[in-house]
């Protein structure tokens, strides 16, 4: 049996522990984040003839690093590695060498319990990360999109007179009008040239905007406080308009990559809508290549949160939330149960 390795991932420096197979330590150091360090524990790691390496992450840059050299990574989940703790330290001590054995020791005796990482292809991982940069970019687009409606509604309702209040022109109607003292004298004629030279194609009627923007309750703002507000929604708009225009852009990479993607073909009919794109590239972004991770529904079912977790204790038997999941899969699966459900009467009783 040949040896085996445990690395206590970190951002500057990684705690490395190789073991042989009696569990006996062979070597213990600290690794640096950078190319020598990264470059030499791969080195170091052959020469003791090490032939698995757990590690507390499924991808980056030490993962890719380790598995070019040949060696199988055991991706651990962070709970695994805690809950084994206690089976080597009755005192509750940690430290990152001592999480690094801990680690090694699970790549040598539960390694049947584990699941080796196989890295997918470049296909895949490219529409990870732009599935995963757009969904991170639309997070921050919510939280100011609410500061944003927040604002107004303190000050100034009326100018929630479009459907969302991130969308392009309802930003472009922010910037040129940020307070009611700028809209006082907007009236319907100007309203309709500004609204055509923006390519508003909404259901309502310039004089059914102007309509809702003047039957808004009026706020009472002091004028320092007014022109404070003023500038805090020119500055959120300024944040939030090129975030949705990356969205966007990153949204039509997503349609290309899709597109080339030999998994498409499975995914994107899943869907009535053939225009979608993000969920079908979300799914096999999540999913990765390695089928086989999941030997049946049941076990896709609980990696993307989908099934609850039995708890039973003599005569309690309840079931609770699965927390621990691929939440980024958890919401790719439910986008779509969510979306077949309007479809198909069978979907919409299981939902």
């Not at 991982?125 to 921050?140: M, N």
């Not at 949705?244 to 009535?272: E, G, M, N, Y």
Request: one cysteine or more.
């Amino acid at each position: 049996m040949a040896n085996v390795a445990g690395i206590d991932w970190a951002s500057e420096e990684h705690a490395v522990c190789v073991v042989d197979e009696a569990g006996t330590p062979l070597r213990e150091r600290v690794v640096a984040h950078d190319e020598a360090g990264i470059a030499a524990l791969c080195r170091k790691l052959i020469e003791l003839q090490v032939e698995r390496v757990a590690i507390e992450r499924p991808d980056g840059i030490v993962v890719d690093r380790l598995l070019d050299a040949g060696l199988i990574v055991i991706a651990v989940h962070p709970n695994q590695a805690k809950a084994a703790r206690e089976r080597y330290s009755v005192a509750h001590g940690k430290s990152d060498r001592f999480d690094a054995f801990v680690l090694a020791e699970l790549a040598r005796t539960d390694v049947h319990r584990l699941r080796a990482i196989r890295p997918d292809t470049d296909q895949t991982r490219a529409l990870r990360a732009l599935s995963r940069t757009r969904e991170d970019l639309v997070q921050a687009r919510v939280a100011l999109a609410n500061q944003l409606r927040a604002q107004l509604e303190a000050f100034w309702p009326g100018a929630l007179v479009f459907a969302h209040v991130d969308s392009p022109v309802s930003l472009a109607f922010l910037r040129r009008y940020p307070s009611p003292a700028d809209a006082k004298g907007l009236r319907t004629k100007r309203l309709a040239g500004w609204l055509t030279r923006h390519g508003y194609s909404g259901r309502r009627s310039p004089e059914q905007l102007l309509e809702r923007m003047r039957s808004a309750p009026e706020g009472r703002a002091g004028e320092l406080e007014l022109e404070a507000r003023r500038a805090a929604v020119l500055g959120l708009v300024g944040a939030l308009e090129p975030i949705v225009a990356q969205i966007s852009a990153l949204t039509a990479q997503i349609r290309s990559a899709l597109r080339a993607h030999p998994d498409a073909r499975i995914f994107a009919p899943l869907f009535r809508d053939r225009k979608t794109v993000v969920c079908p590239a979300q799914l096999i972004a999540e999913l990765g290549d390695a089928r086989e991770r999941y030997p049946s529904d049941a076990a896709l079912a609980a990696d993307a949160g989908m099934s609850p977790v039995a708890v039973e204790s003599g005569k309690r038997r309840v079931a609770t939330f699965r927390r621990a999941c691929d939440k980024r899969l958890r919401d790719s699966v439910a986008t779509l149960a969510d979306s077949t459900r309007h479809c198909h009467p069978w979907a919409r009783e299981v939902y």
